[in-house]
Structure formats: C-alpha cells, structure tokens
C-alpha cells in the first residue's frame, strides 16, 4: 500500500503551491500541476527529495490533454486519494459594462470549465479510492456575497459552490467527499493576476491590513482532506478577521 496521493491544479503559486507544500510535510505523493513548467520543476526539485512527485504541464482548459495526462499517470499515482481544484483566477475589478468579453471568457473557461474537466477526468479514480477520498475545491467569497466589480469572477465561484454541493448528492455512496472552500482576501499573484501586474494595486489591497496568507489555506485544504472518512465538510468559508462586509449601497438623487 503506497502513500495517499494529492493532485493539484495550479500548483505553481500561492494557494496550490503552499498546499504542495502541506501535503508533503504530511508524506503524501503530489501530482502538481500548472502551466509553467519552470516552477513545476523548481518545486519538484525542492520537494521531491521528500516525497514522490509527478509535474504535470497543464492547461486546465484543454480537456483532451487532461484526459491523456492522467491515463498517463504513473502506477504509483494513479490511485489519486485528494484532488484539490485550486487553479483558476479573476480578470479586472472593473463594472460589467467596462469589462473585456475575452477576461470573463477566460474566467468561465478556467474557474468553470477547467474544473469541471480535471473533476471529471479524475472521478473514476476517486471512487476507486472511496472512503476517505475527498474533492477539494477552491470558491470563494464572491461566490456567495456580492461586491462592485465582481461580476464574472463571483458568478463563476456561485458556480464552484453550487456544483460542489451538487457532486455531493451524486456521489452519496461512494465514501467520496466534496467540500467548497471559500477563502476572503487572500495575499497571493491572485492580484497581480486580477490587475494586470500593477504592483500599486497589490501594495493598496494588502498593506495595512493582515490577509490571510497561502499557508492559512494550505491548512483548511489539508484539514477537510484528512478528517475522519465519515466526515464531509461542505462549504468552508475563511477570512481575515480584518475582513467584513459593508452597507447596501443606494442610488441617490443628491
Ligand atoms: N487570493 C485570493 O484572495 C483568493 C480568494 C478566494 C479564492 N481564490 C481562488 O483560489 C484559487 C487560487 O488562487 P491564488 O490566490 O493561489 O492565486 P495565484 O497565486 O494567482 O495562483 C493561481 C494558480 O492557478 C493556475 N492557473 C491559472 N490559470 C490556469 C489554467 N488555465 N490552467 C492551469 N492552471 C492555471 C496558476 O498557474 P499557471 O499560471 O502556472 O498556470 C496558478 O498556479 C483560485 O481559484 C482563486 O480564484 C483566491
């Protein structure tokens, strides 16, 4: 009986990286997964002295090469025990009607489309697993709570929730979990991402303040992945206690 085994979508940054991290203090085997191959390999380098490591170069977008990719998949991690669906990111904090139709494309393609290809890639395996497997994916606050600016990204993470609520009824039976995480401001390249690397923005949203950090999550996402089988965290929403909600806004005439 070989190690537990963890594949990771977006494994070459902040949430997914830390969670690289998490599950090899904990001895589990990782398939890390992004599109840049050079920090795959940097983290293969600094983690696979430790602990077993397949890097997988991915596109979450591109069903055909996931597919390939894990029927690929070594013996010694073909049994995956944990998927985390982490990969995704937000384009623009700008209104609807301000927005560029190829950023929300790209949201939908990825926070949408590519999870629900890697989810439905690596189902098989996961109920092979069974008890004590677990889906982990990665919402956020805006998919439950509205803000300006929030539009597509917040619609497409409304959508992580309600399809993880929605595998769990599916999968009833199997001993396969499904649990939403849902993080508030979070310090990661999430931002430098949204922003389109304007380092001033990040500096704004993080100075001054105390977000959560990649680890805090790594922790949440280790957490729900190990309890006891019988147990399923559904939705897990974290933020930074310097984080809270405001007013309704209203239209005025003055
Ligand atoms: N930071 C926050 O405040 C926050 C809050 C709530 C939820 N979240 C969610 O948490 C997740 C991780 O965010 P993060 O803060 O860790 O952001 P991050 O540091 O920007 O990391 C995002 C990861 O997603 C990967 N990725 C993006 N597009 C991809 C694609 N098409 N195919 C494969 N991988 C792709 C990136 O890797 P490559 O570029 O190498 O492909 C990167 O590893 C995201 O789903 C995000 O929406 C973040």
Known sequence: MGSSVVFITGATSGFGRACAY???????????????????DELERELGARVPVHSIELDVRESDAI??????????FKRVTCLVNNA??????GPAQES??????????T????????THALLP????????????NLGSVAGQWPYPGSNVYGASKAFVKQFSLNLRCDLLGTGVRVTDIAPGMAESEFTLVRMGNDQNAY?????DTTPLQP?????????????????NINRLEVMPVRQAWQNFAVDRDT
């Open 100 to 109: 560029k139709l190829d950023d929300w494309h790209t949201m939908i393609d």
């Open 215 to 231: 680890e805090d999550i790594a922790e949440q996402v280790f957490y729900v992945a190990t309890l006891p089988a019988h147990i």
């Open 67 to 76: 597919t390939a990719a894990v029927t690929a998949l070594p013996e010694t």
């Open 111 to 118: 926070n949408v489309t590519g999870l629900v290809n890697v």
């Open 203 to 207: 500096d704004r949203l993080y100075n």
């Open 22 to 40: 998490r599950f090899a203090d904990a001895g589990w085997s990782l398939i890390i997964s992004g599109r840049r191959k050079s920090r795959l």
């Open 125 to 136: 395996t996961l109920i092979e697993s069974g008890a004590g497997a677990s889906i982990v």
């Open 88 to 93: 995704g990111l937000a384009l623009g904090a």
